[in-house]
């Protein structure tokens, strides 16, 4: 059995590259209040088709020997989401808004898989979601924790600093609105594949909605603002203003300033982001790794007027999404970031005779009551041979004999006296170390 | 859109009882020297069928645009140990044997949905794998492992005490063999339905099968065979004797003995035990939470001659799963066990106003970069009803003012001044507790 094309797997020492990635984005969420909570993968296939375009790519579910009348229509989740929205829903009565949560789970699409992009993939995405009304504060705080987990990201293990790209859903809207267009959704959708067809598509394909040579010029000129500093001066030059426009650089300026005093490289106003399909009505953002652009986004959320609603209630939300696979997959299998070992265990505990394992047990217990990740040696073969099964797997030390025994740095070959009540290692050889390889 | 049944979610106050289960696991794994692994959710479905009659219960995953000539046959695995098995082929150039690995995720069965029993569940899986050898003393090794993981369970959050009833195939077969049974796995397969049909169905199953009366009257005192001490003398007693029965007898004893050594309470011998459908070759394990039998059985395992073979090379393994949703999904559910809070955070920081929003977010900042979970008021409501919203997401401490200010236990309604750049939470409160309900 070959591996499966999209659907990544690592070796224990990538995996563990995997999960003190993890780690770093949870424990940065939790600092910030965020609560976790895991969905189901299945969601019924109506829920995950509301979308529209995206419904290709799910992966249906049906029991193999399901009847012909069996309605257990489910699709794996294609994102977290939609099955967010869900669970706020079934939930609502029992939580407490505004609501914030992280999650961190895998996702399906039936997609062409490339670097980057697979078809089972890890994503991990905090939002914030309020009952009718949630204020735009929280557009900021989304936006700053998310930057703080990445800056950890960097700081630890390495992976390049990132740059956030933020724009306006009212900004946009209300631009191409006062332009005098009447279909602003199918313009953004033209927009957004500027990066990938270039000027000339996206005027081609603007000409064809019937839109007129000087109205594409103003699009064109507005999609090309990128700026850290100037945007709202560079667009009102265009000489497009109504409320939308003015509550769009409003909003925007507000979450740059916050931004910019916090991490004053990592972000940038660009006009050309809308995040397409996706039914976003404020803030729109996507982050992208300096140096790394051809992975693409890493990266992206905005705000939701109507994140769900039941008719009565409406949830407003906003939330960032970051990918995990799409970062770590290509990093670990590239082996850019490898684990010291391929096992938790620090020491290994020699063992000098089949019939005396009963003692090396005892020594192993003792290390682990003290919460030292330890193993037995599975044979008593040769000193020079439990050394190397050492040495294969990384681990830094070998123990010999009782509790009261020896102990011997493989790398440096230092051996002493060593008491298994009392012996740690130390802190830096503790846990494995991710290294950049 | 409602819940869709046995496919359980919970609220963040439960989702803590589970991280912090699935935390206590990992521990104990990693102190013994197994590293994580992950398998994707998919395995094509000839994988998954090999193992006969579960094929019914599997999952099938499909593309919803696939075309006719799609190959793309996937279905979702049932457990963990079919995509471990195949782990070890697809990486056996790159792992180090013998190989210990654990892996915590989901699995799905199409089941009928019952207390205990999910169509998606959460296992956690511990296996030594061997290269063509694996000594008999890992049998040992997961079986004290899994005990001790249930031991921690017990002692921090209070689940029942777990009793492990062991056997071995050696035994059963070369008993049955014994008794000119041909068809060893047609009986086996019988017996484990004991518990549900009763003697009297079993004997009329053997009876069609061609037994003869009094070969029946052994099989079932075989059966009924329950001893901590006594089992190789009533074994012995029914006067079957073959090189199988005495390997089997000896590996039991072994075992038996090495685990009244740690776990005097914990352990039986049931001769009825055989874990039904699955290819174990040697040592079989079941657990059950005493005073919950009716839960059924919470974790089971054993030993594999061949876990997984290439034609050349064998891979002989020995394992244990323990069913994390089949044990705290009922508790969750029920609240028997519930979080002391429904987030991290241990302090709200109250907001004097909308414009000092920026002096609360100091104070945050102050006590994140010392590792303390906090969040900030989403709005600058009077203090009563600020101290309202920590009441009701049980966090225990507001903080009032600037970097110098004072900070309220809200549930004796102490007082006192506080500085944000020294302030720590007593260590009971610093994470979320849990709690017997």
Redesign the interface.
Known sequence: ????SG??????QG??V??RALKILSSVF?????????????E??E?LSRKGEI????????????GADDTDD???HFDLTVPFA??V???AG???F?F??YQIQ?A?R?ERPQEGRYR?FWQADIDIVGLNEL?F??DIEVVLVMLEACQRLEEELGIPPVLMRINNRKLIQGFYTGLGITDPMAVIQIIDKLPKIGVRGVTQMLAELGTDGDVIDKILTFASIESRTDFAREVGALGITNEMVEQGILELETLLAAVIGRFPDNVVVDAKIARGLDYYTGSVFELELVGNESLGTICAGGRYDSLATDGKTTYPGVGISFGVSRVFAPLISKSKLVASR????VILIAVDSDDQ?AQADEVAAAL?SR?????VS??SAKYGKQIR?AD??GIPYVWFGTLQGQVKDIRTGDQEDADATSWTPPSEDARPQIIQG
């Open positions: 059995m070959a591996s499966i659907f990544p797997e690592f070796l224990p995996r563990m995997e999960t939790e600092l910030h209040g965020f609560a976790n909570i895991q969905t189901r993968a299945v019924p296939v829920e419904t290709k790519e799910v992966y249906a579910v049906r029991r193999i020997h399901a489910f699709g794996l869900r669970y829903l079934d939930n029992h939580l407490n505004p914030r949560r895998p399906w039936g089972e204020s504060h929280h391929c096992v938790p265990s394992r682990r919460g030292i990740c330890c193993e599975p044979n099964f294969r797997r």
